[in-house]
C-alpha cells in the first residue's frame, strides 16, 4: 500500500508554516482534490475542473476553550502553500459521501453558517477510501472531543468504519485532543488495542445502542414463532404498501405543479437559448463592426499622420514662395538713391535666391510642376523685369545727369590761362557706388547691361571729348609758336636753330597732351571693363606702370579703378576669357572712345607745321 499523506511530516510542516503566526497547531494534513458538482456554477469551464488542494485540521486554544478549524491550502506560483480559506469545525453539520462516485472516495462537509446555501458546496476527492477514512476519523474524533458532538454522516456505515478501523490497528496512528492541566490542548497518541473500543464507543453512542435494543426486543425470533413472525411481516408490508399508494394519490396535485413548473422552466430556458442566440448573433455584428471601426481609426490616424507631414511640407514650401513685403517695396516702386541701396542689394540678392531655388536642382522635381509654384515662379519674373527695368531707367538717366553736371561745371576744364588736368575720380566714385547693383542686374538679366553699357559709353565719351577739346584749346593757347609755315620752309640755314626750337615746343607740348590723355583713356577702359562687368583680365596689372608712371595712374589718386566688385564674386580671377565678352568690350571701347580721334585734328590744325604722330603710338 503506498503511503498515505496523512503520514507525510513534510506536508505538515509546509502546512504550519503557511499558517505560521496564528497561534494553530495542524493536528492532521492530507491532499485532496477540489472539484464542483453537477448543480454547481457553470459560467466558467475552469470551475468543473480538479484543483489540488490541502485539507489540514487545526487546533487553537483560546481563553481556556480550544476551537478546531478546517483550512483549504492551495499551492501558488512557486509551488508553496498558502491558505486559501478557512472554515469553523463547529458549524460542521453534515458529512456525505457522493453516492455518484463508485470509488467512494469523494465527499463534501456542509457547514451551516454558509452564505447561500443554494450553491453546492465543493467536493473533495482522496486518492482512496483509506485516505478518506483517515480524515473522517480525524474530523469525528476531534468534533466529539473538542465540540462534544457529532455531525450527520450520511453515505457511509459506521459498522463499516469501525471494522475499516479493526482492520487497519497497524497503519492507522488516531490522534485525540485532550487538556494537560493548564488547559492547553496535547494530542495524544491511542494504542491500537484501545482503538476499536474508542471507534465503536464513539461511532455508536450509548442511547442509539439502547434504541437497536429495544427494536430488536420488538421481534422474538423464537423457532414457534416463525409462522406468525411471517404473518406479521406481510401485514406490516401491505399496510406500508397501502401508505405508500395513499402517499402517492394524496402528491398527484404536487406531481402535476411540479411537471408544470418544470414545463415553464423548459419553455424558458428555450426561451433564454433563443435569447442567447440573438445575443450572439447580435455581438457578432458588433464585433465585426468594433473591427470595421479600427480598421476606419486605423486609417485616419495613417491619415492624420499624413497629413500633418504635408502641411508642415506645405509650409516650408509657402514659406519659399512668400515675397517680403519690405523687398517687394523696395523691388516694385523703391527709389535707388544712395542711403537706400543697401536694402535695394538685400532685395536683389534675394530675389537671386528665390528664383534659384525655384529651379529643378534646387526643389523637388514634383514640386515645379505645381500651379503655386508656377504661378509664383511667375510673379518672380515679373518683379524681376520690372525691377531691372526700373534700375537700368535710372542707371541710364544717372549716367546722362552726371555727365551733363560734369559738363555744365567749368572747373571741371581747362580755362584761359590754367591748363587743367582731367580728374574723374568724382565720377568714379559716385559711379563705384552701383557697382553691385550692376553686378546683381547682370545675373538677374545679362541683356540688360548692352544699353546700360551704351548709355556710359555715349555719356563718357561727350565728357571725354570735351575734356579733350579744352584741354587742346588752352594748350594751343598757350604754345607760342610761329603760325606761319612759310617761314618754316623757307628759312636760311641761320635760322634753322630758331626753327628747331619752336618745333621742340610743339612736340613737348603734343607730348604732354598725349601723356595725360592716355593713361586717362586707358584708365577709363579699365574701369569701363570692370564697372560693367566683362568677364576679361584687368587692361592694367595692379601696380603697372603706364607710359613711365610707375604709380600706375596718372593722378595721385593709386586706387581709383578699386570699385569693390571682386568682393562679390571672388571667383572672377579664375574665369577664363569669354570671346564674346571680349568682342563686346571691343565694340563699346570703339562708342566710349570714338571722335577722340578729333584731339589729333586739333593739334593739325593748331600747329600745321608739325608732323603729327598717332596718340595711341606713344
Same mark, same amino acid.
Given at each position: 500500500?503506498?503511503?498515505?499523506?496523512?503520514?507525510?511530516?513534510?506536508?505538515?510542516?509546509?502546512?504550519?508554516?503557511?499558517?505560521?503566526?496564528?497561534?494553530?497547531?495542524?493536528?492532521?494534513?492530507?491532499?485532496?482534490?477540489?472539484?464542483?458538482?453537477?448543480?454547481?456554477?457553470?459560467?466558467?469551464?475552469?470551475?468543473?475542473?480538479?484543483?489540488?488542494?490541502?485539507?489540514?485540521?487545526?487546533?487553537?486554544?483560546?481563553?481556556?476553550?480550544?476551537?478546531?478549524?478546517?483550512?483549504?491550502?492551495?499551492?501558488?506560483?512557486?509551488?508553496?502553500?498558502?491558505?486559501?480559506?478557512?472554515?469553523?469545525?463547529?458549524?460542521?453539520?453534515?458529512?456525505?459521501?457522493?453516492?455518484?462516485?463508485?470509488?467512494?472516495?469523494?465527499?463534501?462537509?456542509?457547514?451551516?453558517?454558509? +452564505?447561500?446555501?443554494?450553491?453546492?458546496?465543493?467536493?473533495?476527492?482522496?486518492?482512496?477510501?483509506?485516505?478518506?477514512?483517515?480524515?473522517?476519523?480525524?474530523?469525528?474524533?476531534?468534533?466529539?472531543?473538542?465540540?462534544?458532538?457529532?455531525?450527520?454522516?450520511?453515505?457511509?456505515?459506521?459498522?463499516?468504519?469501525?471494522?475499516?478501523?479493526?482492520?487497519?490497528?497497524?497503519?492507522?496512528?488516531?490522534?485525540?485532543?485532550?487538556?494537560?492541566?493548564?488547559?492547553?490542548?496535547?494530542?495524544?497518541?491511542?494504542?491500537?488495542?484501545?482503538?476499536?473500543?474508542?471507534?465503536?464507543?464513539?461511532?455508536?453512542?450509548?442511547?442509539?445502542?439502547?434504541?437497536?435494543?429495544?427494536?430488536?426486543?420488538?421481534?422474538?425470533?423464537?423457532?414457534?414463532?416463525?409462522?406468525?413472525?411471517?404473518?406479521?411481516?406481510?401485514?406490516?408490508?401491505?399496510?406500508?404498501?397501502?401508505?405508500?399508494?395513499?402517499?402517492?394519490?394524496?402528491?398527484?396535485?404536487?406531481?402535476?405543479?411540479?411537471?408544470?413548473?418544470?414545463?415553464?422552466?423548459?419553455?424558458?430556458?428555450?426561451?433564454?437559448?433563443?435569447?442567447?442566440?440573438?445575443?450572439?448573433?447580435?455581438?457578432?455584428?458588433? +464585433?465585426?463592426?468594433?473591427?470595421?471601426?479600427?480598421?476606419?481609426?486605423?486609417?485616419? =490616424?495613417?491619415?492624420?499622420?499624413?497629413?500633418?507631414? #504635408?502641411?508642415?511640407?506645405?509650409?516650408?514650401?509657402?514659406?519659399?514662395?512668400?515675397?517680403?513685403?519690405?523687398?517687394?517695396?523696395?523691388?516694385?516702386?523703391?527709389?535707388?538713391? =544712395?542711403?537706400?541701396?543697401?536694402?535695394?542689394?538685400?532685395?536683389?540678392?534675394?530675389?537671386?535666391?528665390?528664383?534659384?531655388?525655384?529651379?529643378?536642382?534646387?526643389?523637388?522635381?514634383?514640386?515645379?510642376?505645381?500651379?503655386?509654384?508656377?504661378?509664383?515662379?511667375?510673379?518672380?519674373?515679373?518683379?524681376?523685369?520690372?525691377?531691372?527695368?526700373?534700375?537700368?531707367?535710372?542707371?541710364?538717366?544717372?549716367?546722362?545727369? #552726371?555727365?551733363?553736371?560734369?559738363?555744365?561745371?567749368?572747373?571741371?576744364?581747362?580755362?584761359?590761362?590754367?591748363?587743367?588736368?582731367?580728374?574723374?575720380?568724382?565720377?568714379?566714385?559716385?559711379?563705384?557706388?552701383?557697382?553691385?547693383?550692376?553686378?546683381?542686374?547682370?545675373?538677374?538679366?545679362?541683356?540688360?547691361?548692352?544699353?546700360?553699357?551704351?548709355?556710359?559709353?555715349?555719356?563718357?565719351?561727350?565728357?571725354?571729348?570735351?575734356?579733350?577739346? =579744352?584741354?587742346?584749346? =588752352?594748350?594751343?593757347?598757350?604754345?607760342?609758336?610761329?603760325?606761319?609755315?612759310?617761314?618754316?620752309?623757307?628759312?636760311?640755314?641761320?635760322?634753322?636753330?630758331?626753327?628747331?626750337?619752336?618745333?621742340?615746343?610743339?612736340?613737348?607740348?603734343?607730348?604732354?597732351?598725349?601723356?595725360?590723355?592716355?593713361?586717362?583713356?586707358?584708365?577709363?577702359?579699365?574701369?569701363?571693363?570692370?564697372?560693367?562687368?566683362?568677364?576679361?583680365?584687368?587692361?592694367?596689372?595692379?601696380?603697372?606702370?603706364?607710359?613711365?608712371?610707375?604709380?600706375?595712374?596718372?593722378?595721385?589718386?593709386?586706387?581709383?579703378?578699386?570699385?569693390?566688385?571682386?568682393?562679390?564674386?571672388?571667383?572672377?580671377?579664375?574665369?577664363?576669357?569669354?570671346?564674346?565678352?571680349?568682342?563686346?568690350?571691343?565694340?563699346?571701347?570703339?562708342?566710349?572712345?570714338?571722335?577722340?580721334?578729333?584731339?589729333?585734328?586739333?593739334?593739325?590744325?593748331?600747329?600745321?607745321?608739325?608732323?603729327?604722330?598717332?596718340?595711341?603710338?606713344?
Amino acid at each position: 500500500m503506498a503511503k498515505s499523506s496523512a503520514d507525510d511530516a513534510e506536508l505538515r510542516r509546509a502546512c504550519e508554516a503557511a499558517i505560521e503566526g496564528t497561534k494553530q497547531k495542524v493536528v492532521m494534513s492530507i491532499r485532496v482534490a477540489k472539484s464542483r458538482g453537477v448543480w454547481g456554477k457553470s459560467g466558467k469551464l475552469g470551475r468543473q475542473m480538479a484543483k489540488p488542494r490541502v485539507l489540514a485540521v487545526s487546533t487553537k486554544q483560546k481563553a481556556g476553550r480550544t476551537k478546531a478549524f478546517l483550512r483549504v491550502m492551495k499551492y501558488s506560483t512557486g509551488g508553496v502553500l498558502e491558505p486559501a480559506k478557512l472554515y469553523k469545525l463547529k458549524h460542521l453539520s453534515k458529512v456525505e459521501v457522493i453516492a455518484n462516485d463508485p470509488s467512494g472516495c469523494t465527499f463534501t462537509l456542509g457547514f451551516d453558517n454558509l +452564505r447561500s446555501q443554494s450553491v453546492a458546496p465543493p467536493q473533495w476527492t482522496m486518492r482512496n477510501v483509506d485516505d478518506r477514512n483517515h480524515l473522517l476519523f480525524c474530523i469525528l474524533n476531534i468534533s466529539k472531543d473538542v465540540l462534544g458532538r457529532l455531525p450527520k454522516v450520511v453515505g457511509i456505515d459506521v459498522v463499516e468504519m469501525a471494522l475499516w478501523a479493526k482492520e487497519n490497528t497497524g497503519t492507522v496512528s488516531k490522534q485525540r485532543v485532550q487538556h494537560d492541566g493548564h488547559g492547553s490542548p496535547v494530542a495524544v497518541n491511542v494504542d491500537d488495542g484501545e482503538l476499536n473500543v474508542t471507534v465503536e464507543r464513539e461511532l455508536v453512542s450509548q442511547a442509539e445502542e439502547e434504541d437497536m435494543e429495544a427494536l430488536l426486543d420488538t421481534y422474538v425470533m423464537g423457532i414457534g414463532e416463525a409462522e406468525a413472525f411471517s404473518e406479521r411481516l406481510k401485514r406490516e408490508l401491505l399496510a406500508l404498501e397501502a401508505a405508500n399508494v395513499h402517499a402517492i394519490v394524496e402528491s398527484e396535485p404536487l406531481i402535476d405543479q411540479v411537471l408544470q413548473g418544470l414545463e415553464e422552466a423548459t419553455i424558458c430556458v428555450d426561451d433564454m437559448d433563443e435569447w442567447l442566440s440573438i445575443f450572439n448573433v447580435k455581438l457578432r455584428h458588433m +464585433r465585426e463592426d468594433i473591427e470595421s471601426i479600427e480598421t476606419r481609426n486605423n486609417k485616419l =490616424e495613417m491619415q492624420s499622420v499624413n497629413n500633418q507631414a #504635408l502641411i508642415e511640407e506645405l509650409d516650408k514650401l509657402v514659406e519659399r514662395l512668400r515675397v517680403p513685403s519690405d523687398y517687394a517695396v523696395c523691388l516694385t516702386g523703391g527709389t535707388f538713391d =544712395e542711403a537706400r541701396m543697401l536694402q535695394n542689394i538685400e532685395a536683389c540678392e534675394w530675389l537671386t535666391r528665390a528664383l534659384h531655388g525655384l529651379e529643378v536642382p534646387n526643389i523637388d522635381p514634383s514640386y515645379a510642376n505645381m500651379r503655386s509654384v508656377r504661378e509664383k515662379r511667375a510673379e518672380l519674373e515679373k518683379l524681376k523685369a520690372t525691377f531691372v527695368r526700373r534700375a537700368s531707367e535710372f542707371l541710364r538717366n544717372y549716367f546722362a545727369s #552726371l555727365v551733363d553736371f560734369m559738363i555744365s561745371d567749368k572747373s571741371y576744364f581747362s580755362q584761359r590761362g590754367q591748363l587743367k588736368r582731367p580728374d574723374h575720380a568724382d565720377l568714379r566714385y559716385k559711379c563705384r557706388t552701383y557697382a553691385r547693383l550692376l553686378q546683381h542686374l547682370k545675373s538677374l538679366d545679362k541683356n540688360c547691361l548692352v544699353p546700360l553699357r551704351k548709355a556710359y559709353c555715349g555719356s563718357l565719351n561727350l565728357l571725354l571729348r570735351r575734356e579733350a577739346r =579744352e584741354f587742346a584749346n =588752352e594748350l594751343r593757347a598757350s604754345t607760342k609758336a610761329s603760325r606761319n609755315p612759310t617761314v618754316w620752309l623757307e628759312s636760311t640755314t641761320g635760322s634753322n636753330q630758331n626753327a628747331q626750337t619752336d618745333t621742340s615746343a610743339v612736340s613737348e607740348a603734343y607730348a604732354k597732351m598725349l601723356t595725360i590723355f592716355i593713361p586717362l583713356l586707358v584708365d577709363e577702359s579699365s574701369f569701363f571693363a570692370h564697372f560693367m562687368c566683362f568677364e576679361v583680365p584687368a587692361l592694367v596689372p595692379p601696380g603697372g606702370a603706364v607710359n613711365g608712371n610707375k604709380g600706375g595712374s596718372y593722378d595721385n589718386d593709386a586706387d581709383d579703378d578699386d570699385l569693390g566688385i571682386m568682393d562679390i564674386d571672388d571667383n572672377d580671377s579664375n574665369a577664363g576669357k569669354s570671346a564674346a565678352d571680349l568682342t563686346a568690350l571691343n565694340e563699346s571701347l570703339q562708342d566710349l572712345l570714338d571722335g577722340i580721334q578729333v584731339m589729333k585734328m586739333l593739334l593739325a590744325l593748331s600747329f600745321p607745321w608739325t608732323i603729327i604722330v598717332p596718340w595711341y603710338s606713344y
